[in-house]
């Protein structure tokens, strides 16, 4: 568990867990807390205990079990005093871990199969209670994009982050956007890898001299790929029911107050943008899969479609030559050219007469054409 204190001009880290005892909440600031599932199901007496203390409300038993489930969609709920939002994540890295066995994946979770880019994707959900003063964060067990912002949330107070205009968060609604959005620009930056992956599939599909024979791993990509466009789906639902609740926060009472409500709604309605960049990725990867496979059969059939082209010239070459053969073949004892010193050569001229014409003219029919590849 990692605990900030967060105001305008400091921000400080405990992992005091006695600190949940007899907590404080900063002086012109707000708290953030931070910590795992396994933390939250183990604590859950202190954590409430804190809330009450701070906040004067605890969190229901329905939200406590929202934060408790690592599989939930994407949703977003609210209470007169705080909100919740759960918000699955893309992500590289492993699935969520089991806490009794750190080393093995949980059980119950279904493997994802595919490419190994999607194979590395973490869609395990993370939690969000929003108070006024307060944030809780629920994340998977080690959970790298905590870490990464807890880290960047650290650098921004120092006096060099500063003087480059960095500011901190500047409520607990904006440092939970921060985090979400960080985790929907995780998965932008996989994009170039998925799409090499699928791209390379292609080349190998339409290839004409190449046997693809990766179809279990072609429709297990195309599997995880509509799973992800539904976790996107949710995603954008959450979000969007998250920018409706924002408009119905009253107005601020100061005009510092208004600009920050101001700013949360650009920063929601940026974080919606990117998770519609994330859909239209996701969805333009499920089209080049679906297009691949259907190019391949395609170039298949075009591919079978002159082969049997080829064959029947060529059969309709030689059945002129099969018939001349049978002619001379018959058992008649006077047939033309049949006694006759150079009656073989002349029947050898016809026949071979009679092939290059046939050449000749499916040539000129373009039946004989080479197509460019």
Request: hydrophobic fraction near 40%; include cysteine; charged fraction near 20%.
């Amino acid at each position: 568990m990692r605990m900030f204190s967060i105001n305008a001009t400091r921000i400080v880290e405990t992992d005091d867990l006695n600190a949940l005892v007899a907590p404080r909440l900063p002086e012109h600031g707000y708290l953030w807390i931070a910590c795992t599932r396994a933390e939250l199901e183990q604590m859950q007496a202190q954590i409430q205990g804190a809330l009450q203390t701070l906040c004067g409300v605890q969190l229901v038993d329905l939200h406590i079990s929202d934060l408790l489930n690592q599989q939930l969609p994407s949703h977003y709920d609210y209470t007169s005093q705080y909100d919740v939002l759960v918000f699955r994540r893309l992500a590289a890295g492993n699935s969520e871990r089991d806490a009794t066995q750190p080393g093995l994946p949980a059980p119950h979770l279904p493997r994802r199969g595919g490419p190994p880019v999607l194979r590395r994707i973490d869609t395990s959900a993370v939690g969000f209670a929003v108070f006024d003063q307060l944030l809780l964060s629920v994340h998977p067990t080690d959970c790298a994009v905590r870490d990464a912002y807890a880290d960047k949330l650290l650098h921004s107070a120092t006096a060099e982050s500063r003087a480059t205009g960095a500011r901190p968060p500047s409520s607990p609604a904006d440092l939970m956007l921060r985090i979400v959005n960080q985790m929907v620009d995780a998965y932008l930056s996989l994009r170039r890898q998925l799409t090499h992956q699928l791209d390379h599939w292609q080349t190998e599909l339409i290839n004409p001299s190449t046997r693809f024979n990766n179809w279990s791993a072609l429709l297990e990509a195309r599997l995880s790929l509509h799973h992800l466009d539904e976790i996107c789906e949710d995603q954008r639902s959450a979000m969007q029911d998250w920018i409706e609740a924002l408009k119905t926060w009253p107005d601020g009472a100061t005009p510092a107050a208004q600009r920050e409500r101001d700013l949360l709604q650009v920063r929601s309605r940026d974080v919606l943008e990117h998770i519609e960049r994330v859909v239209h990725h996701v969805r333009r990867l499920e089209q080049s899969a679906e297009t691949a496979v259907q190019m391949h059969f395609s170039a298949q059939s075009h591919r079978t479609n002159e082969i049997m082209r080829t064959l029947t010239v060529l059969t309709a070459i030689f059945l002129p030559l099969n018939l001349i053969a049978g002619i001379f073949g018959m058992n008649f004892e006077f047939i033309p050219l049949l006694h006759r010193s150079n009656g073989f050569w002349l029947a050898m001229i016809l026949m071979a007469s009679t092939a290059s014409g046939l050449v000749v003219f499916f040539w000129r029919k373009r039946y004989l054409e080479r197509s460019a590849r």
